[in-house]
């Protein structure tokens, strides 16, 4: 870019603001910047006295922003009014939520977000990201004799009381009183928990309403294998009694279940969708109350060629992710370790389905930290979506032994696939922050509402709303 009617000397002398804005607007339009138009461009803005960022376009501020992290962007628009409107504008705004949040704007059909809402959004995803929870938002919980959560009236009737609902479903000579093994099985999901708290007595308890629901099979008490909790989602509950997929919905209350064609190992939920994974590889979706498909795996595992070895790990590291925005696809993500004489690979594919066809294929491979010569049986991977103030990434997490004796701990190999830009990258040369990288502690789940721990004697819930006070109803 070239200015062959103003050279440098007269920017250094009397040039108005206003030209000189006009010619910085050009500058900046125009695209990259060679060093000489750098200097240009200090010279401009050590003569001006103009607030640029009120002037610029939206379309530049916008681009602006893409370089900024949430509390460089949230610390703009306290700089002053004009900033804040400039930042605030529509565009500017969902590009910004877009891109921290994308699955959590606000947007129904043709009704548009409006910046107040996802100000709101950006709020939330800040304090689940830094922590802000206060100590009057918290409040341990026991497994045993709590009385915080009263039975929904809707479901169980006004005079019922939790020993009635318990009773009802007989008891059986084995079962541990109240069940001391719960938080192994607990899980979160929505501000709803889900516990056993007898082997065949499933209890929801809702943060929310300080309600509780009490479910079990309607055909009679749960005989032969043990029930074992595999998934919360926002509608559904869903566990497993070895084939036996077993389902609540928490909402509507309705009971389903559904005979797979081998055991189950891992499920999770969204809405009225569960997908399963048995022990054998094979991956199955069923719509709650429709019918069950089964997803194509076996191309999958024969497109990589593996071994025995490797294709018991691929198999045993298999998860399903359903996408937040697009109803109609999901991926399925698993992590094998390739082996050579000499060295190892670790190996991170997701594959893309919409419906139950593949459509795509993402593979990444990365050396890893040591060498430690295992079997490919031996590698697990945790894979998992991180936490929700982390955009929504899927993240594997490898755990290696150090091999330096002075060294006792674990490091990890950390591998994120946004879904959205579909594209892999490692977290190389990082110190591993459970927090940073949004990744949960054991025993710990949360979202942009509850944190919540689970321990052998209950679970503690802090919240993340300003608005929020456990203590209410008391």
Known sequence: MGFPDLPLERAEGGISNPARFAQLRQLVAGGSLTSEEHRYLKILLSKTNIDIISELPIEIVGQITDFLDLHQYVACLAVSRRWRDKFLSTPVIRA????????????????????????????????????????????PFSWEHESFFKLDPVYHGSNADTSTAYAQFGRHHDDPEPNSLAYWDALYSNGKI??????????VDSLWSRTRKVFNVPTGPLVGPALQLLALGNRLIVGSMDRLLVAWDHITN?????????SINHAVTEGSRVA?????????LWEFGGKLSALPTSPLRDHHGLDIGSQRSWISNLRV??????????????AYTHYTDTKAVLKRVVYEFKGINHINTYEFEISPKSYNRKGPADVKVEIRKLLPYRRDIIGFCQHHERLDPRFMTLYETFVEFDIYDRKFTAREGEEFDYHEFGWPTMLEEADLDFLVRFYSNGFSAHSYQPEFDFKIGE
Do not use: M
Request: charged residues 20%; glycine residues 6%.
């Open 96 to 139: 910004v939520v877009n891109r921290f949040c994308p699955s959590l704007r606000p947007v129904s059909g043709d009704t548009q977000d409006s910046p107040e809402d996802s100000l709101r959004v950006l709020h939330k995803v800040g304090r689940v990201r830094w922590a802000c929870v206060q100590s009057s938002f918290a409040k």
């Open 194 to 203: 889900a516990w056993l708290a007898k082997r065949r007595i499933v209890v």
């Open 254 to 262: 309705n009971y389903l279940q559904k005979k797979l064609p081998g």
């Open 276 to 284: 399963i994974i048995l022990f054998s590889g094979d991956v199955f």
């Open 321 to 334: 992710i359903f996408h937040p925005n697009s109803r109609g696809t999901l991926f399925i993500a698993s």
